[in-house]
């Protein structure tokens, strides 16, 4: 089992930069890719930056160039460092781990975006 827990999220303007951390616990080893997805009220949970486990990145195309996904192996945490923030990334982000062909979720962390 592996437990994730999130940290970061809250109210910022436009423009503004958050960063979300989740630290990773339990079951720790063979962890592959780490990620974030997000979920905005009335929409699906959809993806938003992944890294795998050699740091090989994949972003959303609406977050490309903004959001910056990194990871500590050694703390077992990943990063998302979000830049330029708008109001449509609104939402509650959620931390995602997969290990040995099982994905874990965090409790979500709720980003707020003001115009």
């Known amino acids: 089992q592996v437990q994730l827990v999130e940290s970061g999220g809250g109210l910022v303007q436009a423009g503004g930069s958050l960063r979300l951390s989740c630290k990773a616990s339990g079951s720790t080893f063979s962890i592959n890719r780490m990620g974030w997805y997000r979920q905005a009220p009335g929409k699906q949970r959809d993806l938003v930056a992944t890294i795998t486990s050699d740091s090989s990145t994949n972003y959303a195309d609406s977050v490309k160039g903004r959001f910056t996904i990194s990871r500590d192996n050694a703390k077992n945490t990943v990063y998302l460092q979000m830049n330029y923030l708008k109001p449509e990334d609104t939402a509650d982000y959620y931390c995602?781990?997969?290990?040995?062909?099982?994905?874990?979720w965090g409790q979500g962390t709720q980003v707020s975006v003001s115009s």
């Open positions: 995602y781990v997969r290990r040995l062909m099982r994905d874990y």
